[in-house]
């Protein structure tokens, strides 16, 4: 049975950090491009960022850019978002999928995904 869970959400002031993982089970991790979706309330779920299967290649919507950093360690069949410089704005349901192509942040193409860990920011 895959399994993906996320792990490493919680309330922070803004300025502050966190860092997301995202473990899988079931599946081999290094076989699925792994990307990061956030769903805000009130708004449609957003992708944040992806990562490819040797993590040699990522990609970030414009907001996070620079300020957020994916990665993974296919050893510990884990992947990661740190996420630094936090905003108020960042609030939201940070959710970890699967997929087997990179290049696309259409949820749509993602076949696996978690329950989502929840991030606060307060301002």
């Known amino acids: 049975q895959v399994q993906v869970v996320e792990s490493g959400g919680g309330l922070v002031q803004a300025g502050g950090s966190l860092r997301l993982s995202c473990a899988a089970s079931?599946?081999?991790?290094?076989?699925?491009?792994v990307g990061w979706f956030r769903r805000a309330p009130g708004k449609e779920r957003e992708f944040v960022a992806a990562i490819t299967k040797v993590g040699l290649t990522t990609s970030y919507t414009d907001s996070v850019q620079g300020r957020f950093t994916i990665s993974r360690d296919n050893a510990k069949n884990t992947a990661y978002l740190q996420m630094n410089s936090l905003k108020p704005e960042d609030t939201a349901v940070y959710y970890c999928?699967?997929?087997?192509?990179?290049?696309?942040?259409?949820?749509?193409?993602?076949?696996?995904w978690g329950q989502g860990t929840q991030v606060t920011v307060s301002s």
């Open positions: 999928a699967a997929a087997d192509r990179y290049g696309s942040s259409a949820e749509d193409d993602y076949t696996y």
């Open positions: 079931g599946l081999i991790l290094s076989q699925y491009v």
